[in-house]
């Protein structure tokens, strides 16, 4: 079974531009611009080598030297219909010939049009959405709604989280992406989410680790103030730092939680919404309805920044007689929601929900799972849909961490080892700290799936030569 996007061949063509020829020319000038011009995030800018990357398509990309990567990051986890999809690449073209942008305070089709679509799918009791231009900014704004509506100000959040890098989204953020960024928004309070492997209430099932870290929250909220407290964010399943999937209960235990003490419960779905886990919104696998949604990513792939926050109809009702004190030159963007629109329609034609569903539970945990029982470097896996950790460690019966938390530099060697034997056998992979994660677009055949894996399959050796 191939890419539900055509494989590309070696010409260009309908699907894509083809596997470039190699050009080391245009390599060399490519990795000069960028060395001498482009400051990049999140690095020490005098020892990265980024990859100059030539095309793409479905789940694969080339760079300058005609090798080939299947893409088992979906970049950063948001390419969920892969690269160059013939659909949305059109759809912005098409858009593009008739209205290129449009300020956000006049009425727009693709922009009214891909809000309606996304209140329905979110389910009964959303009705508006507030469209902006990723993540970040998405929770900034659902924060800024949450204490606008309940006149409080502090907000919970995990110690295992990434919300984003503006102010208030940093300050939220659990990772140590936060420690330099600090002091940044003072009205944010941590606590402990579930993690049943790595349990910080010493429990014993994942029912346990529910109850107790239910017992947990509620004590910081108690703690920390009710009447302060604005809002809770919770990353629905936990992304970057851990794909951790809420235990039985959990997250109706939160909204439990916030009805009881008046606070709003915010589900970032960032990376985690359309269709990554199998669902529109992966809450909906919980049995549960938070307050307002904030997304990104996966809406339209990326190819045009977007995100945005879906606003419970009791929220929204607030703004009706009272302007909401906020804004953004590009929210929503013709071109951005002209590929949001498409992606709804590719998404009922493909099946793409159904197929994730499938492949998450036939393919990729089995398989998952037979690595596990030959590698004692892994510890645990976990995830669902085509959303993934393997967490490695030095030692099965402590488990100690592969490497330690935060590594760098010499520390992280044995994660580096495997991630660069998996591009050496031309896949691109997801690592963090001690874990590799497995993120493809949803877009992937089921032969580049497992010959995917079987690449970290044998990676791992790397890892088991680490094992005490």
Known sequence: MTDVLARPTADAGADGPGRPLPDLESDARIRADDRGHVFHSWSAQAVIDPLPVAAGAGSTFWDYAGNAYLDFSSQLVNLNLGHQHPDLVAAIQRQAGRLATIQPSMANDVRGELARRIAAVAGDGFEKVFFTNGGADANENAVRMARLVTGRRKVLSMYRSYHGSTGA?????????????????????KFFGPYPYRSAFHSSSPEEES???????????????????????????????????????????VRELCDRFGIVYIADEVMVGF???????????????????????????????LGGVVISDRIAAHFDTLPFPGGLTYSGHPLACAAGVTTFEVFERDGILERVRDLGARVVEPRLHDIASRHPSVGDVRGRGLFWAIELVSDRETREPLVPFNASGPDAAPVAAVAAACKRDGVWPFTHFNRVHVAPPLVIGEDDLLRGLDVIDRALSHADAYVR
């Open 211 to 253: 109850r107790r870290a239910l017992e947990h929250l509620e004590q910081t909220i108690v703690l920390e103030g009710a009447s302060t407290i604005a809002a809770i964010v919770i990353e629905t399943i936990v992304g970057t730092n851990g794909v951790l999937v809420p235990p039985p209960g959990y997250l109706a235990g």
């Open 169 to 189: 989204a940093i300050a939220l953020t659990g990772d140590p992406r936060r420690w330099p960024n600090e002091p940044a928004d003072g009205s944010t309070a």
């Open 275 to 305: 269709g990554r886990v199998g669902e529109w919104f992966a809450f909906q696998a919980f049995d549960v309805q938070p307050d307002l949604i904030t997304f990104a990513k996966g809406v339209n792939s990326g190819y045009v920044p």
